[in-house]
């Protein structure tokens, strides 16, 4: 896989907005069931991280050499000064336009990540819930692509069925840009949990060009409890891009990215090429020793994006997602592990091995190791292969 050597002055900016918070992490080598009322659990050292859609997903871009743009909401309180501590330790210019607010406290997560399974977390959104609009200051931004992340955990975003979020959508339209979208699981007791979520999803997906969740937020979204299948993620894209998506990402974790689009028209094509267009394949995940799952959704999503306007083909973006995300696994915390991009590349061509999908694939392609293409991929032939050199 080529290395696009795209130079830093063609490079345009992601502006990567939403939810913002610091994740507390207490050292931890325990397991969830040695948890009990009463008792008490010796903890190791604590580590203070980014967390939240914004400064994970903006920080990753920083360490792999991007110059992303941040706009998250933090309280003036201590939480808050952390926050930004914890995020000019990545680089100064990451706060500039970060949002100081006595609106709410800021936003914090404790997150318990024991080695080899996925974490939990108990999260209070604070100063998240104000989020709106207005505090995305477009025409003062110079920016392709406006990520947003974590409407669930946003209550001004999702309440109303996301019109807040299609008002910030709409401006990023009108200021040329692209709009790509992340979520979270909501809480099932909160507010968040018992919103009719696919009302959201047609509410918003029109406005959507990139939609990149994960397979469990997408089944809790759509209220479907099935087990994973290739039938399945077919239906779900289906659905999504009938609502408006226009390219469907899904995060398999262990059994890596599930990619989707069908024939791309609008503002989409200013950054993606032909070959992006009418494709399905899943990406396998990387071979790594898991030390911890935060922010590996966030990760992929920066590879994805970095990807993406350094012009690489679809494969090759999926790829460095899978890639980014397996890196970030490798450590506790949601961005130490990240490296900057030739790592990336070096570590792949190398031989970095794949780890099985454990989805039963009918018909599909295993295309040089890479990827497995669909039989409604455009490059499924053999015959178009060989004609287009794919």
Known sequence: MPFNETSDDELHKIIVAGHTCVDLIPTWDGKFEDIAPGHLIVTGEMRFSTGGSVPNTGVD???LGLDPIMIGKIGNDLVGRITLEVIRSNGEDLTDH??????AGSSYTLVLSPPNVDRAFFHYPGVNDTFCAEDIPFDDLDGQILHFGYPPVMEKIYKDNGNELVKIFQNAHEHKMITSLDMTTPDP????GKLD???FLRNVLPYTDIFLPSLDEILYMMKIDSSL????LQRLSDQLIEWGAKIVMIKLGENGIYFRTKELKGSITQIVSDEWSEREFISPAFDVKVVGT?????????GFLTGLVRRMNPIESVIIASAVGAFCVEDVDSTSGIK?????????KRGWKRLPVKIRLNNWKNKRGEVFLSPRDRYWSEEHDRKKGV
Do not use: C, H, Q, Y
Request: hydrophobic content about 40%; glycine content about 6%; aromatic content about 6%.
């Open 61 to 63: 871009l920083k360490r």
């Open 98 to 103: 970060m949002i100081r607010t006595v609106e």
């Open 189 to 192: 007791n909160s507010s968040s």
């Open 197 to 199: 979520w696919k009302i």
């Open 229 to 232: 299948t290739s039938e399945l």
């Open 294 to 302: 935060n922010g590996a959704g966030d990760a992929s999503v920066a």
């Open 340 to 348: 900057p991009l030739p790592a990336v590349f070096k570590r792949i």
